[in-house]
């Protein structure tokens, strides 16, 4: 292990001479998002521009008295070829394995903004030792109607299709989304989809339905539901009330508190539900002459409207960044999860440097 380790940090720094030496773009990575029970390190190097990047690195895991170090390579390009864009990602098994030296999984991901009556089509393929799983998608150009509610957002129609084969599975995906203004403050989005499967019948259609309502209201900024059900029967319904944006000053670094309150209900296809509420609260600009940068403090409340106490949770995140100089920033992030059996502390640091 110590060698392989040692060989691993010597090519990752190599890398990093080389590309600092030879591009005009560079930078150098490293974060950590450890936990209680467990040690976690990524360190790479990345050489691109806007136009593609080339991103090398390895991820270190160890927990359980073992190391696991998981090499990935990414691959970006968004304007190599106008309207294209392309992503893959080589992931590699655990080097610090006995089964070391397999194939690895190719992720890749391409994009064409086409334009004219197909104005999306994207493809995916993820290759494993086990098998392929390919998809192709097309979304349509947006319809818009002269259909009209109280002089609200015309009805915009949008269509789109998936196919989708893994490992010789073949299932197909329909969908039609519509969005309608009810008046100037109501817009009401629909999202209705039918599956189907080689060889058997096309499945029950999946519902997913969201109206939001700018509220004229000096204590509530705006009212959301959703309603969804899938395939199988499962179904959620949620009311969200999002408050006006309490702020201290004008300026960008002034302490600003957003706060959003959910109630949602889960049904189950056999019938079984549960219905809990949520209570998130965030706070920005919390900069002190001390620490500088930026910062943020997120609250999240979640309770389970029954008498079960595993319902309940809670969680306190703190982010921090820093921009110490020129093409350098500098993260940290503190998080505490909180049920009624566990209290579970993370944290993690990233730092960026580019050359």
Request: net charge negative; with cysteine; proline share 3%.
């Amino acid at each position: 292990m110590t060698a392989k380790l040692a060989l691993l940090q010597s090519a990752v720094v190599t890398a990093g001479w080389c590309i600092s030496a030879c591009a005009a773009a560079q930078s150098f990575h490293y974060s950590d998002s450890s936990s209680a029970d467990k040690l976690q390190t990524r360190v790479g190097v990345a050489l691109g521009d806007g136009s593609g990047l080339l991103d090398a690195g390895v991820t270190l895991v160890g927990q359980g008295g073992e190391t696991e170090v998981l090499p990935k390579l990414t691959f970006e390009s968004s304007d190599l070829v106008q309207g294209l864009d392309i992503e893959s990602v080589l992931r590699y098994a655990d080097w610090n394995a006995a089964s070391a030296g397999g194939q690895p999984t190719l992720d890749t991901k391409v994009a064409f903004d086409a334009g004219g009556p197909v104005d999306k089509v994207e493809g995916a393929l993820l290759r494993t030792a086990s098998g392929d799983d390919a998809s192709l998608s097309m979304r349509f150009s947006e319809h818009q109607t002269d259909f009209s509610v109280l002089g609200g957002d015309a009805l915009g129609v949008r269509g789109g299709v998936t196919v989708r084969d893994a490992s010789g599975e073949r299932t197909a995906v329909s969908t039609v989304r519509t969005s309608l203004g009810l008046g100037s403050s109501v817009n009401v989005e629909s999202a209705l989809s039918v599956q189907a499967e080689q060889g058997a019948a096309a499945l029950d259609p999946a519902l997913d339905a969201r109206v939001v309502y700018n509220a004229p209201l000096p204590f509530v900024e705006r009212i959301e539901g959703t309603l969804a059900r899938g395939a199988s029967g499962d179904g959620k319904t949620a009311l969200s009330l999002l408050f006006p944006e309490l702020a201290s000053g004008g300026d960008v670094s002034a302490l600003k508190v957003e706060t959003k309150a959910t109630l949602e209900e889960l049904t189950a296809q056999d019938g079984d539900g549960a219905v809990r509420m949520g209570l998130t609260t965030k706070l920005t600009g919390l900069g002190t002459p001390l620490l500088g940068g930026t910062s943020s403090l997120i609250l999240t409340l979640e309770r389970g409207l029954d008498a079960d106490p595993s319902s309940r949770s809670s969680s306190l995140a703190y982010d921090q960044t820093w921009a110490p100089g020129r093409g350098a920033s500098v993260g940290f992030n503190f998080k505490v999860q909180r049920d009624p059996n566990d209290i579970e502390p993370t944290m993690g640091v990233k730092w960026l440097k580019q050359f």
